[in-house]
């Protein structure tokens, strides 16, 4: 049986009633423009009610498209660093050793993306947080945590909690 999950945000217009927030065009452009800096405050545990452009960056992230490629990138990263390719890649290389230490926490992670069930929006903005910061435990290296904690860290983050 497959379950589907629908969330939606509704606010309190100033007549007192709760309706869905309107979303303009320039809504959904801004959130895109600052898609990376809605993903920290999202990583950070921001509400994503607390704005239409968190709202809509949440749903973005948290889609089944968006998890699929995250979970893509982690098994790319791992791979490259168990087996280097022969050319290289335009990206800059995660950092082989700690990557290959912490492959199972990464491939735990990448599955928990995958999984049929519902994340949490912060679990899934701290992976992509993780993928996309150049100085972080992944790539950096000045990355002081330790990334396989880090990952299992994300990966509790990413369960929703029952209500």
């Known amino acids: 049986m497959r379950t589907l999950v629908s969330v939606i945000v509704l ?7 709760v309706v869905p927030p309107r979303v303009r065009l320039w809504d959904r452009v801004s ?5 990376e800096g809605l993903d920290g405050l999202l990583a950070a545990g921001a509400s994503p009610d607390a704005d239409v452009r968190l709202s809509l960056r949440a749903q973005e992230l948290t889609s089944m498209c968006n998890r699929r490629a995250l979970a893509r990138s982690l098994r790319t990263i791992v791979s490259r660093a168990v087996r280097p390719p022969a050319v290289v890649p335009l990206r800059a290389p995660a950092r082989r050793a700690p990557v ?3 492959s199972w926490q990464l491939e735990r992670l990448e599955q928990a993306l995958l999984g ?48």
């Not at 606010?11 to 009633?17: H, K, L, Q, Y």
């Not at 959130?31 to 898609?35: K, N, S, Y």
């Open 100 to 102: 290959s230490d912490a």
């Open 116 to 163: 049929r069930g519902p994340v949490s929006v912060r679990g899934v903005a701290l992976t992509k947080v993780l993928l996309s910061r150049g100085d972080g435990p992944l790539y950096g290296r000045r990355g002081r945590d330790d990334l396989g904690r880090l990952v299992a860290r994300i990966a509790r983050a990413l369960a929703v909690e029952p209500v």
């Open 11 to 17: 606010v309190e217009d100033s007549a007192g009633r």
């Open 31 to 35: 959130a895109r423009l600052h898609a």
